[in-house]
C-alpha cells in the first residue's frame, strides 16, 4: 500500500485548506484512513478517522468543528477539509491506512504516506 499526501501549504489565520491523500490499491477501500500531524517539538497527535464506506468518522478534540474528513472509495482517495485555521495547526500532515481495525475511534494507522507541511501565519 502506498499513500500521497498533497494539499499542504501557507494559510492566514481563518483560512482553508483542503488536503489529499491518494492510495495505491482497491483494498484500500476496506481500510480505515486518516490523518495525523507532528508540530515542531511535539509528539505526533491523531487528527481524524474514517471508517471503510465513510459512515462513521471520529476527531481530536483540537479539531472539531473545524476538520471534515471524507473519502471517495472510486478514486481510492481520503480528503481532509481544514477550516478556520490557526497558527497552532501548524504541523507536518501524514495520511495513514489502518488494515487491522474497524472503528474510527480505534485508528492507528498501519500504512503511512509521505507528510504534506501545513503553516499557518497569524
Known amino acids: 500500500v502506498q499513500l500521497q499526501a498533497s494539499g499542504g501549504g501557507l494559510v492566514q489565520a481563518g483560512g482553508s485548506l483542503r488536503l489529499s491523500c491518494a492510495a495505491s490499491?482497491?483494498?484500500?477501500?476496506?481500510?480505515?484512513m486518516g490523518w495525523f500531524r507532528r508540530a515542531p517539538g511535539r509528539e505526533r497527535e491523531f487528527v481524524a478517522a474514517i471508517s471503510w464506506n465513510g459512515g462513521s468518522t471520529h476527531y481530536a478534540d483540537s479539531v472539531k468543528g473545524r476538520f471534515t474528513i471524507s473519502r471517495d472509495n472510486a478514486k481510492v482517495t481520503a480528503y481532509l477539509q481544514m477550516n478556520n485555521l490557526n497558527p497552532e495547526d501548524t504541523a507536518v500532515y501524514y495520511c495513514?491506512?489502518?488494515?487491522?481495525?474497524?472503528?474510527?475511534?480505534?485508528?492507528?494507522?498501519?500504512?503511512w504516506g509521505q507528510g504534506t507541511q501545513v503553516t499557518v501565519s497569524s
Open positions: 495513514a491506512a489502518d488494515q487491522s481495525r474497524r472503528s474510527a475511534t480505534l485508528f492507528r494507522g498501519n500504512y
Open positions: 490499491g482497491r483494498a484500500v477501500t476496506n481500510y480505515l
